[in-house]
Antibody, heavy 121, light 107 residues
Framework: EVQLVESGGGLVQPGGSLRLSCAAS????????MSWVRQVRGKGLEWVAI????????KSVDSVRGRFSISRDNAENSLYLQMTSLRVEDTAMYYC??????????????WGQGALVTVSS | DIQMTQSPSSLSASVGDRVIITCRAS??????LNWYQEKPGKAPKLLIY???SLQSGVPSRFSGSGSGTDFTLTISSLQPEDFGTYYC?????????FGQGTKLEIK
């Protein structure tokens, strides 16, 4: 069974940093692209960042580029999101997400339970 | 970035009704379109990928169609457990944008 378990969320002041982790199990982690998707409470979904299977290709949404960095450790079956220069508008639930299959276009088939990030003074 | 626009924003329907949700892309995206269902307090669930392919385990009352810029999600016979918010999402190009969501309420 595919399992994605996020950790590292919490309360941080504007301008601060936080690192989210996602522990993956139940599948061959290094075969899949992984993403982070966030959702502001009561609002819609926003894709944040994606990383390919070996970590050599990364993309992110404009609003976080230069502040957030996605990475992975295939030996540890883990995905990370390093967040710096955090803003109030980054407050959201952050989901670790796996692609449906390794070869096809992006579709978010497996989701973790989410990690809540609150940016507030 | 490609903008995704869903309609309606919300709707209320009765059990057994046929429900149609539409999604329009700001530019052509071929069939790179996915649909998700979200329920309160739970992570979203992939329903349809590639515009019309049913994700494993999803009931056959859900179907998707469309290509280019215009897409639909159809629930052929609404069931009580189908309440929630539905999102379309394009995978043609990053930033893999989502629609704003359609909130479906069961009458």
């Amino acid at each position: 069974e595919v399992q994605l378990v996020e950790s590292g969320g919490g309360l941080v002041q504007p301008g601060g940093s936080l690192r989210l982790s996602c522990a993956a199990s139940g599948f061959t982690f290094n075969r899949y692209r992984m993403s982070w998707v966030r959702q502001v409470r009561g609002k819609g979904l926003e894709w944040v960042a994606i990383i390919n299977q070996d970590g050599s290709e990364k993309k992110s949404v404009d609003s976080v580029r230069g502040r957030f960095s996605i990475s992975r450790d295939n030996a540890e079956n883990s995905l990370y999101l390093q967040m710096t220069s955090l803003r109030v508008e980054d407050t959201a639930m952050y989901y670790c997400v796996r692609d449906r299959t390794p070869e096809t276009t992006v579709s978010f088939a497996y989701w973790g339970q989410g990690a809540l990030v609150t940016v507030s003074s | 970035d490609i903008q995704m626009t869903q309609s309606p924003s919300s709707l209320s329907a009765s059990v057994g009704d046929r429900v149609i949700i539409t999604c329009r892309a700001s530019q052509t995206i071929s069939d790179y379109l996915n649909w998700y269902q979200e329920k309160p307090g739970k992570a979203p669930k992939l329903l349809i990928y590639g515009a019309s392919s049913l994700q494993s385990g999803v009931p056959s009352r859900f179907s998707g169609s469309g290509s280019g810029t215009d897409f639909t999600l159809t629930i052929s016979s609404l069931q009580p457990e189908d309440f929630g918010t539905y999102y379309c999402q394009q995978s043609y190009s990053s930033a893999y944008t989502f629609g704003q969501g359609t909130k479906l309420e069961i009458k």
